[in-house]
């Protein structure tokens, strides 16, 4: 299974970016999916996840209120999409944000319960 990330950038704080994570190379399967970052010298910490009907979401504490996650399955599951759309970024946003893919078990807020993970796409919030 490939997880591939997209979105990062540069912006100024307030501003959103649209992060997208698209999964390959699987059998079709449905995957809880999941945004986790980590920002330098930091822990890998948990940021949103959505179950695999996307009926249920999870967000951290520090972005309830500006984050939102979504998803966008293919017909059949071929291809697992997740969305995490930021809005009003603050600087402490800033790190390498990585989707994660777990294929059983409901939104995890724990890094070692997800099995497959994407490249990670850097998000630099200036203020």
């Known amino acids: 299974v490939q997880l591939q990330a997209f979105g990062g950038g540069l912006v100024q704080a307030g501003d959103s970016l649209r992060l997208s994570c698209t999964s390959s190379?699987?059998?079709?399967?449905?995957?809880?999916m999941a945004w986790f970052r980590q920002a330098p010298e930091k822990d890998r910490e948990f940021v949103a996840g959505i179950s695999t009907s996307g009926s249920i979401t999870g967000l951290a504490d520090s972005v309830k209120g500006r984050f939102t996650v979504s998803r966008d399955n293919a017909r059949n599951y071929a291809r697992n999409t997740v969305f995490l759309q930021m809005d009003k970024l603050r600087p402490e946003d800033t790190a390498i944000y990585y989707c994660a893919a777990r294929t059983y078990g409901g939104v995890a807020q724990t890094k070692g319960q997800y099995r497959y993970w994407g490249q990670g796409t850097l998000v630099t919030v200036s203020s």
């Open positions: 190379g699987h059998t079709p399967t449905s995957y809880v």
